[in-house]
């Protein structure tokens, strides 16, 4: 456990990425007034474990956390947090920010004048960013679609800055190695935002891609997985009775098209075809019906046979 000075702590994951992170390392100390701490999270690196020289740094206590094997982004910082929380002091102020330079160290005095007496956590809400064309529509698309499943705003990522006590709590949250921005929105802790533009990569490329990216974006949904279910369900009821109504309208419409304009000549129809039916029968010859006349019964006389031969014609 790492022995904290009473000033500022950053905490900060890192893969594979030596350079960016000791490029922004020296940044922080043109950044940070007075003596602060650094907790640098190894996710797991094998080719390039992180290395640097804290030592040398007067104002700097400096900490490489190692894990074992390659746990995620989220999960690193998490691991961070939980490492910091038994020894950071309530009052204590925490930055967490990527260690690959796109957020800024110049905005870290931006965000420590920003927090009131009433703030937990002021959080950098994402301003000017350097990306895609395609990235930003379907950033913007995420953003659209968070809203509407859990009611919530989601504007920043992960770098922000927290008093110890929200540290504390946001440690003990089994969220937190999922998504750090969507546990910080379901902690119920008081959240500033402050608009930050991103900043450019140090060194080296991204190992974000597409997939990554929707993945990160569907673990912050499941962070809100009973209000996710509860909407779609609403929205399924919704849709559903929409449905039936619009079939009844249908239905409705398609009856008075027919007592309008079918039913008119369904009947015409029909009195044509029993009206020439009862004209074959009275022109057509009748032809007498053979009955059976049991042996010893009465024998009928010729005017009623002649009478039952005309009924017969007619059936």
Known sequence: MPELGPGLVVVMPVYEDQQACSLLLRRLETQIVGTYSILVVDDGSQVHPFEFDFEARATTHGYVLRLEKNVGHQAAIAAGLQMLAPCVGNDQLVIVMDSDGEDPPESIPLLCASLTNGADIVAAARGKRHD???????????????????????NFGNFM???????????CMPSSPVHLAATVL???????????D??????????MNMLRLIQHGTASLSVFSEEVRHRLTIAGAVSGAAAVASTSALIGKASAMASTHLLPTLTAGSILSVSVIVAAAFL????????SIPSGGNRRSG???RKEGRAGGLL
Do not use: C
């Open 132 to 154: 895609s064309g395609t990235f930003k529509i379907l950033y913007h698309l995420y953003r659209m679609l968070f809203a509407s499943l859990t009611g919530q705003r989601i």
């Open 198 to 207: 991103r900043g450019l990569r140090y060194a080296g490329r991204s190992k």
């Open 186 to 196: 379901s902690s119920g802790l008081n959240l500033k935002r402050v608009r930050v």
């Open 161 to 171: 800055l927290l008093r110890g006590s929200a540290v504390k709590q946001i440690a």
């Open 284 to 291: 057509l010859p009748g032809r007498p019906t053979m009955k």
């Open 303 to 305: 005017d009623e046979s």
